[in-house]
C-alpha cells in the first residue's frame, strides 16, 4: 500500500474493500468536521486557524492498546523507538512498510524477547497479557463508552488514561475526553487558565469532547 498527499488531496494505491477502512481510519474519517463548529471562542478560534485537522486513528484494537502502553510514562521519542523495533520483529513487512503485528503472533512469544526490544519487564507483561486476553473486539466495540472503558481497565496493566485514549483514538468517539493526560491537561491550562476538574470542564465543549481535546493538543504545539 502506498499513500502519497498531495494539493489535491490523498492517493492510495491500490485502494480496494480491505484497504479502504484501514486508510478511511488512519486519515481520521469517522470525525464529524463539518458539524463541529463550536460556541467557545477559544476553541472556535483553534478551528479556525487549524482548518481541516483530522486526527488519525489506530486501524486495530490491539495496535491502539500496545502503542498505549509503549507510552506509558515515557517520552513519545523512546516509545515511538520501541514501537518500531516491536513491529519490525513480530510484523510483516510489505514492500517498504510494515505491517502491525497480528495479537496471535506475539502472544507466542515470551517476555525477554520483548524485553530485548526496549520494553521493561512490566510492560512486557502488559503486551503479552493483552494479546492472549480473550476479547470480542468487535462486540466491544458496540457497547456505550463506559463500558468500553470498564472493559479496557479490567484488562492488567491498562487503566482509565488508557481507556479514554482507546475510546478516542481507536473508536473515535465524540464525547472521548482523556481528562488524565498531562498534555492536554497543560493544553486547557495555557488557553483557560487553571481549571480544578478537568474531566468537568470537558463538558462545555458536548458533544464534541474528542475533537476538541485533539485541537487543543496541535493548538498548543503549532503556533
Do not use: C
Amino acid at each position: 500500500m502506498r499513500i502519497e498527499a498531495g494539493p489535491g488531496g490523498v492517493r492510495v494505491e491500490p485502494l480496494d474493500g480491505e484497504v479502504e477502512p484501514v486508510v478511511r481510519q488512519l486519515l481520521g474519517f469517522p470525525f464529524d468536521l463539518e458539524g463541529f463548529r463550536p460556541q467557545d471562542e477559544v476553541l472556535a478560534g483553534l478551528v479556525e486557524r487549524l482548518r481541516g485537522l483530522r486526527p488519525p486513528l489506530a486501524p486495530g484494537p490491539f495496535e491502539a492498546l500496545v502503542g498505549s502502553i509503549t507510552a506509558q510514562q515515557v517520552s513519545l521519542f523512546a516509545a515511538f523507538a520501541v514501537r518500531n523495533r516491536f513491529v519490525t520483529r513480530f510484523g510483516e513487512q510489505h514492500g517498504r512498510a510494515w505491517s502491525f503485528p497480528d495479537a496471535a503472533r506475539v502472544a507466542s512469544a515470551d517476555e525477554d524477547e520483548l524485553v530485548a526490544l526496549g520494553f521493561s519487564r512490566r510492560k512486557a507483561e502488559y503486551v503479552l497479557g493483552l494479546a492472549r486476553a480473550e476479547v470480542d473486539w468487535a462486540e466491544l466495540a458496540l457497547l456505550p463508552d463506559e463500558e468500553v472503558k470498564a472493559s479496557i481497565v479490567a484488562l492488567r496493566g491498562l487503566g482509565e488514561w488508557t481507556a479514554d485514549w482507546f475510546l478516542a483514538r481507536h473508536l473515535a468517539r465524540p464525547r472521548a475526553w482523556p481528562a488524565g493526560d498531562l498534555g492536554l491537561r497543560k493544553a486547557v491550562a495555557a488557553f483557560y487558565g487553571p481549571v480544578d476538574d478537568v474531566r468537568a470542564f470537558g463538558h462545555r465543549f458536548d458533544p464534541f469532547q474528542n475533537l476538541a481535546a485533539h485541537y487543543l493538543l496541535v493548538g498548543l504545539r503549532v503556533p
